[in-house]
């Protein structure tokens, strides 16, 4: 009877031995193999590495006001989206890189609203990588879908706080009463990277 315990035993130290030889097969440093004997011991590492992500949220949809204008500019439209960006890289950067399309879903070289007739109207957009009443300079978006030359900084917040941290002024070429009639629409799609 002890001989059959003893065989048992053997056999169970072994599979344990098994197991964990191969949960182990990996390059952690403080691996270690479980020898052959009454007791066997295995150690492994558990790594996890997270890497850089940001988020863009909180924004809205922006209706353009159209402001009067004398000759010979005429009059123009803008207006002002702010929203959040969160960023874990370091020192919670970010670059921004914006597309647009006219309200058909095409793409297009600039930014541009478009209405039913195939009639546009150009835009300009610049960037403020702080909330609205921060002291910081607006920055030109190019509208050949490059990315911001400059590194901004996000919020190392999640949902920024609920504060939004970033703002984007939008304005129309001039003499808008030159324009046709009509309901001139357009997509601005923001995309961010960690930096």
Do not use: H
């Amino acid at each position: 009877m002890g001989a059959i315990r003893m065989k048992m035993f053997k056999t169970l130290a072994l599979g344990a031995a098994v197991s964990v030889g191969l949960l182990g097969a990996s390059t952690a440093t403080a691996l270690t193999q479980g020898d052959l004997a009454n007791e066997s011991i295995g150690i492994f590492d558990i790594t996890l590495e997270i890497g850089s992500v940001v988020q863009i949220n909180s924004l809205e949809n922006l209706p353009l006001t159209y402001v009067p204008g004398d000759s010979p500019d005429g009059g123009k439209a803008n207006g002002i989206v702010e929203f959040c960006v969160y960023s874990n890289a370091a020192s919670n950067g970010y670059k921004i890189t914006a597309t647009g399309a006219y309200n058909d879903g095409s793409n297009q070289a600039g930014f541009a609203l478009g209405d039913n007739s195939g009639a546009s109207i150009s835009y300009q957009a610049w960037i403020k990588a702080q909330a609205l009443n921060a002291s910081s300079s607006d920055i030109a978006i190019p509208a050949n879908g490059g990315p911001v030359s400059t590194t901004l900084t996000g919020s190392g917040t999640l949902n920024c706080g609920n504060t939004d941290n970033t703002s984007i002024f939008v304005e129309t070429e001039n003499n808008l009463e030159t324009k046709d009639i009509g309901n001139y629409i357009g997509t601005l799609t923001l995309t961010v990277e960690p930096a």
